[in-house]
Protein backbone atom coordinates (compact mmCIF):
# COMPACT_ATOMS: atom_id res chain seq x y z
CA UNK A 1 0.00 0.00 0.00
CA UNK A 2 1.38 3.24 -0.97
CA UNK A 3 1.59 5.78 1.54
CA UNK A 4 2.92 9.07 2.71
CA UNK A 5 2.69 10.23 6.18
CA UNK A 6 4.21 13.81 7.64
CA UNK A 7 5.40 14.10 11.50
CA UNK A 8 6.87 16.89 13.51
CA UNK A 9 4.31 19.59 13.14
CA UNK A 10 3.71 21.60 16.55
CA UNK A 11 2.93 24.72 18.49
CA UNK A 12 6.39 27.17 18.49
CA UNK A 13 7.20 30.16 19.78
CA UNK A 14 8.01 32.71 16.95
CA UNK A 15 11.45 32.40 16.06
CA UNK A 16 11.71 28.87 16.84
CA UNK A 17 11.99 25.80 14.67
CA UNK A 18 10.51 22.81 13.90
CA UNK A 19 11.92 19.72 11.67
CA UNK A 20 8.87 18.11 10.00
CA UNK A 21 9.47 14.36 8.17
CA UNK A 22 7.83 13.24 5.21
CA UNK A 23 8.47 8.54 5.03
CA UNK A 24 7.06 6.94 2.61
CA UNK A 25 5.65 3.37 2.63
CA UNK A 26 5.22 0.80 -0.30
CA UNK A 27 7.74 2.48 -2.70
CA UNK A 28 10.96 4.30 -2.58
CA UNK A 29 11.24 8.02 -2.01
CA UNK A 30 14.26 8.18 -3.56
CA UNK A 31 13.02 8.08 -7.52
CA UNK A 32 10.36 10.81 -6.89
CA UNK A 33 10.55 14.40 -6.63
CA UNK A 34 8.69 15.59 -3.24
CA UNK A 35 7.47 18.68 -1.92
CA UNK A 36 6.14 20.45 1.20
CA UNK A 37 2.67 22.21 0.56
CA UNK A 38 1.37 24.40 3.36
CA UNK A 39 -2.75 25.64 3.71
CA UNK A 40 -3.51 27.99 6.10
CA UNK A 41 -7.44 28.67 6.79
CA UNK A 42 -9.05 30.60 4.25
CA UNK A 43 -5.82 30.51 2.07
CA UNK A 44 -5.03 28.54 -0.99
CA UNK A 45 -2.87 25.85 -0.94
CA UNK A 46 1.11 27.16 -1.04
CA UNK A 47 4.36 25.17 -2.74
CA UNK A 48 6.98 25.76 0.21
CA UNK A 49 10.03 23.70 -0.88
CA UNK A 50 10.24 20.95 -3.61
CA UNK A 51 13.40 18.72 -4.22
CA UNK A 52 14.25 16.74 -7.31
CA UNK A 53 14.80 13.14 -7.28
CA UNK A 54 17.68 10.96 -6.91
CA UNK A 55 17.91 10.20 -10.01
CA UNK A 56 16.97 13.47 -11.79
CA UNK A 57 19.13 14.93 -14.36
CA UNK A 58 18.42 18.31 -13.23
CA UNK A 59 19.11 18.00 -9.45
CA UNK A 60 17.30 21.34 -8.30
CA UNK A 61 15.40 22.62 -5.39
CA UNK A 62 13.04 25.12 -4.93
CA UNK A 63 12.29 27.83 -2.15
CA UNK A 64 9.07 29.77 -2.07
CA UNK A 65 10.50 33.44 -1.59
CA UNK A 66 8.16 33.57 1.58
CA UNK A 67 10.25 30.55 3.06
CA UNK A 68 14.09 31.23 1.06
CA UNK A 69 17.10 30.92 3.55
CA UNK A 70 14.86 30.26 6.32
CA UNK A 71 13.57 26.21 5.72
CA UNK A 72 16.03 23.90 4.23
CA UNK A 73 14.32 20.72 2.16
CA UNK A 74 16.46 17.39 2.35
CA UNK A 75 16.38 13.69 1.75
CA UNK A 76 17.90 10.29 3.60
CA UNK A 77 17.91 8.19 1.30
CA UNK A 78 19.14 5.03 3.66
CA UNK A 79 15.59 6.07 5.36
CA UNK A 80 12.82 6.59 2.90
CA UNK A 81 12.43 9.83 4.65
CA UNK A 82 12.67 13.81 3.20
CA UNK A 83 12.54 16.54 5.51
CA UNK A 84 12.27 19.95 5.87
CA UNK A 85 14.10 21.83 8.58
CA UNK A 86 11.77 24.99 9.48
CA UNK A 87 13.54 27.87 11.01
CA UNK A 88 12.97 31.39 12.16
CA UNK A 89 9.49 30.85 12.59
CA UNK A 90 6.84 33.61 11.93
CA UNK A 91 3.35 33.46 12.80
CA UNK A 92 2.35 33.51 9.16
CA UNK A 93 4.04 30.59 8.78
CA UNK A 94 1.36 28.61 10.48
CA UNK A 95 -0.77 26.08 8.36
CA UNK A 96 -1.64 22.50 7.91
CA UNK A 97 1.90 21.08 6.05
CA UNK A 98 1.40 18.34 3.69
CA UNK A 99 4.66 16.27 1.46
CA UNK A 100 3.80 15.31 -1.85
CA UNK A 101 5.94 12.95 -4.25
CA UNK A 102 5.31 12.88 -8.02
CA UNK A 103 7.35 11.41 -10.79
CA UNK A 104 7.34 13.27 -14.37
CA UNK A 105 8.54 16.46 -13.30
CA UNK A 106 11.38 17.99 -15.13
CA UNK A 107 11.63 20.85 -12.67
CA UNK A 108 11.13 21.49 -8.87
CA UNK A 109 9.53 24.91 -9.19
CA UNK A 110 7.24 23.63 -11.86
CA UNK A 111 6.32 20.76 -8.83
CA UNK A 112 5.97 23.39 -6.87
CA UNK A 113 3.66 25.02 -8.28
CA UNK A 114 1.64 22.70 -10.19
CA UNK A 115 1.58 19.19 -7.93
CA UNK A 116 -1.00 17.74 -9.85
CA UNK A 117 -1.80 13.92 -9.56
CA UNK A 118 0.88 12.77 -6.54
CA UNK A 119 1.14 11.03 -3.53
CA UNK A 120 -0.01 13.45 -0.73
CA UNK A 121 0.03 12.74 3.09
CA UNK A 122 -2.78 13.32 5.31
CA UNK A 123 -0.74 17.24 6.56
CA UNK A 124 0.55 18.20 9.63
CA UNK A 125 -0.14 21.07 11.66
CA UNK A 126 2.40 23.74 12.43
CA UNK A 127 1.31 26.75 15.12
CA UNK A 128 3.75 29.52 15.29
CA UNK A 129 2.42 31.95 18.15
CA UNK A 130 3.70 33.28 21.55
Known amino acids: QVQLAESGGGLVQPGGSLRLSCAASGFTLNYYRVGWFRQAPGKEREGVSC???????????YYADSVRGRFTISRDNAKNLVYLQMNSLKAEDTAVYYC????????????????????WGQGTQVTVSS
Open 100 to 119: AAARGYSDSSYFCRTPGAAY
Open 51 to 61: ISSSDSSDGNT
